[in-house]
Every structure is written in C-alpha cells, then in structure tokens.
C-alpha cells in the first residue's frame, strides 16, 4: 500500500528525460588530450576518449567525453567532471566505481558506486548511483535518471526518480528533502523518517513512512541518535 504525498504533479521526474539529446556521442569528435598533471591525477581534457581507466588514480576530464568505465582502485580516489560527459556501452558492473564523484555541468550513463558524491545542478546521471554509508560531502542538487542508494543523514535538493533509504542498524537515518527535491518513488523501511520543505515533492512512499518538517526530523536525529561521549 502506498500513501502519496504528491506536493506538485507537474515537477515529477516520472517519465521525463532530464538529459534529452546531451547523451549522444557527437561524430568527429578529437582525441582528448591525456595527460598526468601530478604524480597520481590524470587529466583527459578537450576532446573523447574511448579507453577505460582503472588504475590507482585520481581523474580529471574537462570540456571531454568518456566512452569506457572508470574504475578507480585503492582509497580516496576520485573522478571530477566539469562541462564533460560519459556515454558508453553497456558493461557489466558499475561505469563509475570511485571513493568521491563531483560532477559540475556533466552527464553520465550508466551505474555508478561511490562513497562519497558531489551533484551540482546542471549534472545528470542516468542510471542507479549507491552512495557508502558515511559520506564526507554529500550534495545532491542535480538529477538522478534512477535508484539512488542511501543511508540517509543528508540532505537532497536535486530530482530523482527513486530514493532508496537503507538502513544499518536498529533505525534507519532521516533523510531531508530541500526546497528543490524532487522524488518520483521513495523506497523506505517502516518508522523511517522524512524530513519535508514546504516546497519540496515527494510523489509516494511505503505506509509507515513519517513526513514531518525539516526542523522536526533533525529533532527526531538528535532524540534517535544522540551525540556518544568521547572516551577517556
């Protein structure tokens, strides 16, 4: 059974295409100019670049496109996208796999596994995107064209067609909705938390889910999930 707590049908992401023709690979584009800026950042920049990259670096591309997956091994590394794009085949297994994803002006096809992701307006993933369970600077003000995988504790500001709050322990996490969240189908556990602003969508959600305010369900956090002492 589901409860709808449709705020504004004409904002839903259901059915859009929040990319449009941004996620076709042009013809006769230029090799991109691949190049190491320091000793573990790889910038691929001006130009496409169809090689995958799934060494222990960082990645930058600018002003590029990227048709293979990025992968990245080892701990904190991350893949930043200004004015770029990723358009590939379809592969197995996710076409971003990074610790930190910030994407500015940028769009990407495909899955993408990260622990940490930075989504600035006028950025769109199509494709499921899971988030590791204690992101450093979450910020989700773009679209998300699919499932995006949380644990909650953070704020969305963007648009994204499903939202699925997982839950490690005893309580699941809030999760806040800011003045411009959009969110077609929320995926919860019962007694999960939503905190709303008032001009936030959400078109439906799971029978026991709790909407309340924003100030409310940080109230409810801090009562939940009160501050540990620090040990001698």
């Not at 904190?76 to 996208?81: C, D, F, L, P």
């Not at 990074?98 to 992701?117: E, F, I, Y």
């Not at 001009?199 to 109230?219: E, F, N, T, Y």
Request: aromatic share 4%; proline share 8%; with cysteine.
């Amino acid at each position: 059974m589901w409860t709808s707590v449709r705020r504004d049908a004409s904002a839903s992401v259901e059915g859009s295409d929040p990319i449009g023709g941004a996620m076709t690979a042009p013809a006769g584009m230029p090799p991109a100019t691949v190049r190491m800026m320091s000793a573990n950042v790889l910038s691929i920049a001006n130009g496409r670049h169809d090689q995958c990259v799934d060494d222990a670096v960082h990645v930058r591309l600018d002003d590029a496109l990227m048709t293979a997956p990025i992968r990245l091994s080892g701990r904190w590394r991350w893949v930043e996208m200004t004015n770029a794009r990723i358009i590939g085949p379809t592969v197995d297994g996710p076409m971003v796999e990074c610790a930190a994803l910030r994407m500015r002006s940028a769009h990407l096809v495909g899955d993408v596994r990260c622990d940490d992701l930075q989504l600035c307006p006028n950025s769109t993933i199509r494709g499921n995107v899971s988030v590791a369970e204690s992101p450093c600077s979450f910020s989700m003000e773009g679209k998300i064209d699919g499932e995006l995988s949380h644990f909650g504790n953070d704020t969305i500001d963007g648009q994204v067609r499903t939202l699925k709050l997982l839950q490690r322990g005893s309580s699941p996490f809030p999760v806040y909705l800011g003045p411009r969240a959009v969110v077609g189908t929320l995926i919860a556990p019962a007694g999960a938390i939503v905190g709303m602003h008032p001009q936030a969508q959400l078109d439906s959600c799971p029978a026991g889910v709790r909407i309340m305010s924003l100030d409310k369900a940080r109230r409810e956090f801090d009562r939940l999930f009160p501050p540990q002492p620090e040990a001698e």
